[in-house]
């Protein structure tokens, strides 16, 4: 556990449900505009070498010179974002990482593709809280097109999301999942 966190980020990043009520949600309207200031000179480049000293501001990371985002990218926090060696993510994704995302090495994102960390409940008297989940893309997974990773999601290695799905539940290594929800349509790749 991070003691600079602030203790309502930790709450999220521990899995604890957090109401919008919570007397620190300053802090993570503060953490939004941050975040939102670094993705504008993100957004904005065009040159590799900018684009990685850029993406490392929003995300509170160096990257790898092996790895590269695309602009443009978007985040609500982008400090609980982790992200690997060999990784590429093709333009105009969104990850809300309150909850953390967790890129392992060699992972392949394609264009438009939406990660969430974080949900609500159904029940209207309890939708305004953040109830976080943490999602693990692990080593060399292909994530297609268009696809959408819901919270607590851990995708295996060496697996494809297929275009358009939505995965809602874990994907075991060494398969090929999609559809919505996603489900297994080949195994053992």
Same mark, same amino acid.
């Given at each position: 556990?991070?003691?600079?966190?602030?203790?309502?980020?930790?709450?999220?990043?521990?899995?604890? +449900?957090? !109401?919008? +009520?919570?007397?620190?949600?300053?802090?993570?309207?503060?953490?939004?505009?941050? /975040?939102?200031?670094?993705? #504008?000179?993100?957004?904005?480049?065009?040159?590799?070498?900018?684009?990685?000293?850029?993406?490392? =501001?929003?995300?509170?990371?160096?990257?790898?010179?092996?790895?590269?985002?695309?602009?443009?990218?978007?985040?609500?926090?982008?400090?609980?974002? !982790?992200?690997?060696?060999?990784?590429?993510?093709?333009?105009?994704?969104?990850?809300?990482?309150?909850?953390?995302?967790?890129?392992?090495?060699?992972?392949?994102?394609?264009?438009?593709?939406?990660?969430? !960390?974080?949900?609500?409940?159904?029940?209207? /008297?309890?939708?305004?809280?953040?109830?976080?989940? #943490?999602?693990?893309? #692990? #080593? =060399?997974?292909?994530?297609? /097109?268009? +696809?959408?990773?819901?919270?607590?999601?851990?995708?295996?290695?060496?697996?494809?999301?297929?275009?358009?799905?939505?995965?809602?539940?874990?994907?075991?290594? =060494?398969?090929?999942?999609?559809?919505?929800?996603?489900?297994?349509?080949?195994?053992?790749?």
């Amino acid at each position: 556990m991070n003691t600079q966190r602030p203790e309502i980020i930790n709450a999220l990043l521990n899995g604890e +449900a957090v !109401s919008m +009520a919570h007397p620190d949600m300053p802090v993570l309207t503060q953490a939004a505009s941050d /975040a939102f200031d670094a993705l #504008k000179a993100f957004n904005q480049a065009h040159e590799v070498p900018d684009i990685r000293r850029l993406f490392g =501001n929003v995300i509170g990371q160096t990257l790898h010179d092996t790895t590269l985002v695309y602009p443009p990218f978007y985040t609500n926090h982008g400090k609980n974002i !982790s992200i690997g060696k060999g990784v590429f993510i093709n333009h105009a994704c969104s990850m809300l990482d309150l909850g953390g995302i967790e890129i392992h090495d060699d992972v392949m994102i394609g264009p438009r593709v939406n990660i969430t !960390s974080e949900n609500h409940p159904v029940a209207p /008297a309890d939708r305004k809280t953040l109830v976080p989940g #943490k999602v693990v893309i #692990k #080593k =060399n997974a292909w994530i297609g /097109a268009g +696809a959408t990773i819901l919270p607590g999601v851990t995708i295996g290695e060496h697996s494809v999301v297929a275009a358009g799905a939505v995965v809602t539940q874990d994907i075991p290594d =060494n398969t090929v999942a999609g559809g919505v929800p996603a489900k297994i349509l080949k195994d053992n790749i």
